[in-house]
């Protein structure tokens, strides 16, 4: 028995040739082996039959009158709704410019009569393999896509039903610290103090578990953002933070251009990156961080550099993956998602964003986004 003889009804077949024997020997030679056999003496058949039920894989001669096999696929890959379909060209053309010819046109396979019934068998097998496995990944990636969706829905969910109760413990805790701050022991005092600093963390890690949860779900169309208005406010938000820090930020002095985008998430990306800039540098010196900007036809590469910490080589390709942090927490703060949330909001602006750090010298960041017309 053939290898190929396990089932049946292993798939549905089209054959196109104007050759009546043609058509009999490979439909009695493939109904043997299990398929679904269907027959079209010509071109414009062979589209009607498709466009009533697509098959599996479809069977297709060269030389035929009226349309030739090049002209058939050339139209069925045209079409949207039949171009997955794979084609087979089975001729008994041999030279090597008619295999490129059907190639050009579509064709995933080609075999020359006369045939061997077993590498006709064989190269079939292969191509409805393909289809199979590409068939499961798209299926696979829907899936993955349905579970992204509800993992993000739960972290807003919970994250944005979490924030009242822990504003509460942290507003009870200090109320208590202040009205008994004379009353209580040290430790008391110290307990107090660790469910408020605590408190505030969690708060932290929610905010931003909401920010990246929220990153995609705009209900407004991309619009164009003015660079100089988004460095502005972004350099006002973190006004305490520079100050605290005696920190120097360089931009560049030109005009900045406008980008096609969102211009929150614009802000958040590089309020992001700058406090991310401030935060992980020696607290013995002042933060000082260089941002350039390189403009050509269609896109806008930003490249911020600043003078921390670094981050080691091994921790380098982790950074931008959620909850994955370069540094330790007793010594800098951080919920580890805030790197995360730019690659994402960089990603949803179809651009790219890498890092390059060399430990206790610093880190640049770079990235880009597409420009505005």
């Known amino acids: 028995m053939s290898q190929f003889t396990e089932g049946k009804m292993r798939g549905d077949i ?11 020997v490979l439909s009695a030679m493939l109904t043997n082996q299990g398929f679904e056999v269907r027959k079209a003496l010509n071109g414009r058949r062979a589209l009607i039959s498709v466009q009533a039920d697509l098959p599996n894989l479809i069977l297709l001669d060269i030389k035929m009158p009226e349309m030739d096999g090049y002209t058939v696929c050339e139209k069925l890959k045209a079409d949207p709704k039949t171009r997955s379909v794979p084609v087979i060209f089975i001729s008994a053309l041999d030279d090597a410019l008619d295999k490129v010819r059907a190639f050009a046109a579509g064709g995933v396979d080609y075999v020359t009569k006369p045939f061997q019934e077993m590498e006709v ?8 393999c393909i289809q199979r496995l590409q068939k499961q990944l798209v299926e696979h990636n829907q899936e ?19 924030q009242q109760p822990l504003q509460s413990i942290t507003g009870f805790a200090k109320v208590l610290q202040l009205k008994l701050q004379n009353s209580l022991d040290e430790s008391a005092q110290d307990y107090l103090s660790r469910i408020y600093d605590t408190g505030n963390r969690m708060q932290s890690l929610i ?21 100089n208005l988004v460095f502005q406010q972004v350099l006002d938000n973190l006004k305490v933070q520079i100050a605290e820090r005696s920190a120097v930020i360089e931009i560049p002095t030109e005009p900045l251009p406008t980008i096609l985008g969102y211009d929150t998430q614009i802000v958040q990306l590089f309020q992001n990156l700058i406090s991310n800039a ?3 540098v020696d607290p013995a010196i002042a933060p000082h961080i260089v941002i350039s900007l390189h403009v050509d036809d269609d896109q806008c590469q930003f490249n911020i550099r600043d003078n921390g910490i670094g981050i080691a080589a091994q921790d380098q390709d982790r950074i931008f993956e959620i909850f994955q942090r370069g540094h330790d927490t007793a010594n800098y703060n951080g919920t580890g998602i805030g790197l995360a949330t730019c690659k994402k909001i960089v990603e949803n602006h179809d651009g790219k964003i890498k890092v390059s750090s060399e430990v206790g010298v610093g880190t640049t960041i770079s990235l880009t986004l597409r420009r505005g017309a």
């Open 121 to 128: 068998l064989a190269r079939i097998e292969h191509q409805l």
């Open 144 to 162: 993955l896509e349905r579970s992204n969706r509800e993992l993000e829905h739960f972290a807003y969910v919970v994250s944005h039903d979490l």
């Open 14 to 24: 089209l054959l196109v040739d104007d050759m009546p024997d043609n058509l009999r």
């Open 278 to 280: 401030l935060k992980f």
């Open 207 to 227: 905010q931003d578990l909401l920010a990246y949860s929220m990153v995609g779900k705009q209900g407004k169309s991309p619009a164009m953002v003015d660079l």
